[in-house]
Protein backbone atom coordinates (compact mmCIF):
# COMPACT_ATOMS: atom_id res chain seq x y z
CA UNK A 1 0.00 0.00 0.00
CA UNK A 2 3.02 2.56 0.89
CA UNK A 3 4.35 1.89 -2.47
CA UNK A 4 1.23 2.99 -4.33
CA UNK A 5 0.45 5.96 -2.04
CA UNK A 6 4.38 7.14 -3.00
CA UNK A 7 3.41 6.64 -6.70
CA UNK A 8 0.16 8.67 -6.79
CA UNK A 9 2.36 11.28 -4.62
CA UNK A 10 5.19 11.44 -7.05
CA UNK A 11 1.92 12.18 -10.11
CA UNK A 12 0.61 14.63 -8.20
CA UNK A 13 4.46 16.14 -8.31
CA UNK A 14 3.48 16.36 -12.18
CA UNK A 15 1.13 19.38 -12.16
CA UNK A 16 4.18 22.35 -11.81
CA UNK A 17 3.16 25.72 -12.44
CA UNK A 18 4.56 27.37 -15.63
CA UNK A 19 6.67 29.93 -16.13
CA UNK A 20 10.23 30.00 -14.25
CA UNK A 21 9.61 26.65 -12.82
CA UNK A 22 11.56 23.14 -13.26
CA UNK A 23 10.15 20.17 -12.46
CA UNK A 24 13.20 18.28 -11.49
CA UNK A 25 11.02 14.41 -11.70
CA UNK A 26 9.40 15.36 -14.91
CA UNK A 27 11.42 17.93 -17.31
CA UNK A 28 14.60 17.09 -18.52
CA UNK A 29 17.57 19.93 -17.99
CA UNK A 30 18.24 20.57 -21.48
CA UNK A 31 21.99 22.37 -20.97
CA UNK A 32 22.71 20.21 -17.20
CA UNK A 33 21.80 16.80 -17.07
CA UNK A 34 23.68 14.04 -18.48
CA UNK A 35 20.65 12.62 -20.49
CA UNK A 36 16.92 12.26 -21.22
CA UNK A 37 16.46 9.48 -18.19
CA UNK A 38 17.32 12.39 -15.68
CA UNK A 39 14.21 12.62 -14.73
CA UNK A 40 13.22 9.21 -14.09
CA UNK A 41 16.64 8.81 -12.31
CA UNK A 42 15.38 11.22 -9.68
CA UNK A 43 11.88 10.05 -9.43
CA UNK A 44 13.56 6.57 -8.44
CA UNK A 45 15.19 8.61 -5.98
CA UNK A 46 12.74 10.53 -4.15
CA UNK A 47 10.44 7.15 -4.36
CA UNK A 48 13.22 5.00 -2.77
CA UNK A 49 13.80 7.91 -0.24
CA UNK A 50 10.04 8.28 0.86
CA UNK A 51 9.74 4.73 1.20
CA UNK A 52 12.82 4.21 3.73
CA UNK A 53 11.44 6.75 5.94
CA UNK A 54 7.38 5.59 5.70
CA UNK A 55 6.36 4.50 9.78
CA UNK A 56 9.62 5.97 10.26
CA UNK A 57 10.47 9.54 10.52
CA UNK A 58 9.82 11.32 13.68
CA UNK A 59 10.25 14.78 12.48
CA UNK A 60 9.42 16.87 9.01
CA UNK A 61 11.46 19.64 8.40
CA UNK A 62 9.87 21.56 5.31
CA UNK A 63 11.65 24.06 3.73
CA UNK A 64 11.18 27.02 0.75
CA UNK A 65 11.52 25.63 -2.38
CA UNK A 66 13.79 23.06 -3.76
CA UNK A 67 17.55 24.73 -4.96
CA UNK A 68 19.48 24.23 -7.81
CA UNK A 69 22.13 22.60 -5.73
CA UNK A 70 20.28 20.30 -3.72
CA UNK A 71 16.81 18.86 -5.02
CA UNK A 72 16.91 20.01 -8.59
CA UNK A 73 19.73 17.35 -9.55
CA UNK A 74 19.37 14.61 -6.59
CA UNK A 75 15.67 14.63 -6.57
CA UNK A 76 15.56 14.56 -2.70
CA UNK A 77 14.64 18.02 -1.43
CA UNK A 78 17.92 19.70 0.72
CA UNK A 79 19.75 17.31 -0.01
CA UNK A 80 22.68 17.91 -2.73
CA UNK A 81 24.19 15.46 -5.07
CA UNK A 82 27.57 15.31 -3.14
CA UNK A 83 25.84 13.99 0.35
CA UNK A 84 23.71 11.92 -2.56
CA UNK A 85 27.36 10.37 -3.36
CA UNK A 86 29.00 9.95 -0.14
CA UNK A 87 31.62 12.95 -1.07
CA UNK A 88 30.50 15.18 1.41
CA UNK A 89 33.14 16.02 3.89
CA UNK A 90 30.93 16.79 6.37
CA UNK A 91 28.04 14.85 6.23
CA UNK A 92 28.98 11.44 7.10
CA UNK A 93 26.70 8.20 6.11
CA UNK A 94 26.87 4.71 5.17
CA UNK A 95 25.94 4.33 1.61
CA UNK A 96 22.77 2.73 2.47
CA UNK A 97 21.63 5.41 4.91
CA UNK A 98 19.48 7.48 2.58
CA UNK A 99 17.89 4.70 0.36
CA UNK A 100 18.58 1.49 0.57
CA UNK A 101 16.39 0.14 -3.17
CA UNK A 102 18.04 1.30 -5.38
CA UNK A 103 21.82 3.04 -6.69
CA UNK A 104 22.50 6.59 -5.84
CA UNK A 105 23.40 8.94 -9.33
CA UNK A 106 23.85 11.95 -10.04
CA UNK A 107 22.10 13.75 -12.45
CA UNK A 108 24.05 16.80 -13.48
CA UNK A 109 27.10 16.69 -16.34
CA UNK A 110 30.50 16.36 -14.24
CA UNK A 111 31.66 19.13 -16.25
CA UNK A 112 29.22 21.29 -14.16
CA UNK A 113 30.60 20.43 -11.48
CA UNK A 114 33.19 17.29 -10.71
CA UNK A 115 32.17 15.80 -7.89
CA UNK A 116 28.74 17.24 -8.08
CA UNK A 117 26.97 19.92 -6.85
CA UNK A 118 27.16 20.64 -2.73
CA UNK A 119 24.10 23.17 -1.16
CA UNK A 120 25.52 25.09 2.08
CA UNK A 121 21.59 24.99 3.30
CA UNK A 122 21.33 20.96 2.45
CA UNK A 123 24.75 20.31 4.29
CA UNK A 124 24.04 22.28 7.79
CA UNK A 125 20.54 20.76 7.73
CA UNK A 126 21.83 17.26 7.39
CA UNK A 127 24.93 17.44 9.92
CA UNK A 128 22.67 19.08 12.12
CA UNK A 129 20.39 16.77 12.46
CA UNK A 130 22.71 13.61 12.62
CA UNK A 131 25.05 15.07 15.65
CA UNK A 132 21.76 15.27 17.36
CA UNK A 133 22.19 11.82 17.15
CA UNK A 134 18.48 11.16 14.55
CA UNK A 135 19.01 8.40 12.25
CA UNK A 136 18.69 9.66 8.31
CA UNK A 137 15.52 7.12 8.61
CA UNK A 138 14.12 9.13 11.33
CA UNK A 139 13.46 12.33 9.85
CA UNK A 140 12.10 13.57 6.25
CA UNK A 141 13.02 16.31 4.46
CA UNK A 142 10.61 18.61 1.98
CA UNK A 143 9.72 22.17 0.77
CA UNK A 144 6.52 23.90 1.05
CA UNK A 145 6.91 24.93 -2.56
CA UNK A 146 8.09 21.24 -3.99
CA UNK A 147 9.50 22.38 -7.37
CA UNK A 148 12.32 24.81 -8.33
CA UNK A 149 11.81 28.35 -8.89
CA UNK A 150 14.89 30.02 -10.62
CA UNK A 151 15.46 33.30 -11.99
CA UNK A 152 14.54 33.50 -15.90
CA UNK A 153 17.31 36.01 -16.57
CA UNK A 154 19.73 33.53 -14.63
CA UNK A 155 18.63 30.51 -15.80
CA UNK A 156 18.86 27.38 -14.36
CA UNK A 157 21.48 27.89 -12.10
CA UNK A 158 19.80 29.88 -9.93
CA UNK A 159 17.37 30.48 -7.27
CA UNK A 160 14.76 32.84 -6.48
CA UNK A 161 11.47 33.32 -3.77
CA UNK A 162 7.91 31.65 -5.39
CA UNK A 163 5.64 33.74 -5.94
CA UNK A 164 2.19 33.72 -4.05
CA UNK A 165 0.07 32.41 -6.77
CA UNK A 166 3.26 29.71 -7.21
CA UNK A 167 3.19 28.75 -3.56
CA UNK A 168 -0.77 28.69 -3.67
CA UNK A 169 -0.17 25.89 -6.13
CA UNK A 170 1.96 23.63 -3.66
CA UNK A 171 -0.17 23.63 -0.99
CA UNK A 172 -1.96 20.44 -2.74
CA UNK A 173 1.26 18.77 -2.60
CA UNK A 174 2.48 19.68 0.98
CA UNK A 175 -1.02 18.68 2.18
CA UNK A 176 -0.36 15.55 0.46
CA UNK A 177 3.19 15.05 1.70
CA UNK A 178 2.17 15.91 5.28
CA UNK A 179 -0.76 12.59 5.25
CA UNK A 180 2.23 10.45 3.96
CA UNK A 181 4.00 11.27 6.59
CA UNK A 182 2.25 11.89 9.89
CA UNK A 183 5.51 12.78 12.27
CA UNK A 184 5.34 13.59 15.97
CA UNK A 185 7.34 17.49 15.28
CA UNK A 186 6.73 19.37 11.85
CA UNK A 187 9.21 22.09 11.99
CA UNK A 188 9.43 24.72 9.23
CA UNK A 189 12.71 26.15 7.85
CA UNK A 190 11.97 30.15 7.62
CA UNK A 191 9.11 32.10 7.58
CA UNK A 192 7.90 31.21 4.03
CA UNK A 193 7.68 27.44 5.01
CA UNK A 194 5.56 28.52 7.87
CA UNK A 195 3.13 31.04 6.55
CA UNK A 196 2.40 27.68 4.20
CA UNK A 197 2.05 25.19 6.75
CA UNK A 198 -0.47 27.83 8.34
CA UNK A 199 -2.40 27.95 5.39
CA UNK A 200 -3.15 24.19 6.17
CA UNK A 201 -3.66 24.96 9.45
CA UNK A 202 -0.57 22.50 10.47
CA UNK A 203 0.56 23.34 14.38
CA UNK A 204 4.61 23.52 13.42
CA UNK A 205 7.35 24.87 14.89
CA UNK A 206 9.26 27.54 13.22
CA UNK A 207 12.79 27.68 13.32
CA UNK A 208 15.41 29.89 11.29
CA UNK A 209 17.00 29.39 7.76
CA UNK A 210 20.52 29.07 8.16
CA UNK A 211 21.29 31.32 4.85
CA UNK A 212 22.60 34.47 5.27
CA UNK A 213 24.13 34.08 8.76
CA UNK A 214 21.25 31.72 10.82
CA UNK A 215 22.95 28.44 11.00
CA UNK A 216 23.82 29.00 14.40
CA UNK A 217 20.66 29.89 15.76
CA UNK A 218 18.85 27.20 13.76
CA UNK A 219 21.27 24.44 15.23
CA UNK A 220 20.02 25.73 18.48
CA UNK A 221 16.66 25.88 17.92
CA UNK A 222 16.85 22.70 15.74
CA UNK A 223 18.18 21.24 19.27
CA UNK A 224 15.74 22.18 21.27
CA UNK A 225 13.21 20.49 18.94
CA UNK A 226 15.12 17.28 18.90
CA UNK A 227 15.96 17.41 21.99
CA UNK A 228 12.41 17.09 23.15
CA UNK A 229 11.50 14.25 20.44
CA UNK A 230 13.85 12.07 22.30
Not at 125 to 138: E, I, N, S
Request: proline share 5%; charged share 25%.
Amino acid sequence: MSCKKIDDFLRLLRKSPSGAVFNPWWEVDEQNDVGRNAPAIRRRQLRAYMQKRMAKAKLALIGEAVGYRGGHFSGIPMTSERILLGRSNKVRMKSDDLFSDVEPRRTSKPRKCRDGFSEPTATIVWTALLRLGLKPDQFVLWNAFPWHSFDPHRGMLSNRTPNKSERAAGLTVLKAFLELFSCDQVVALGKIAAAQLEELYVNAHCVRHPASGGAKLFRQQIAKIVNKLA
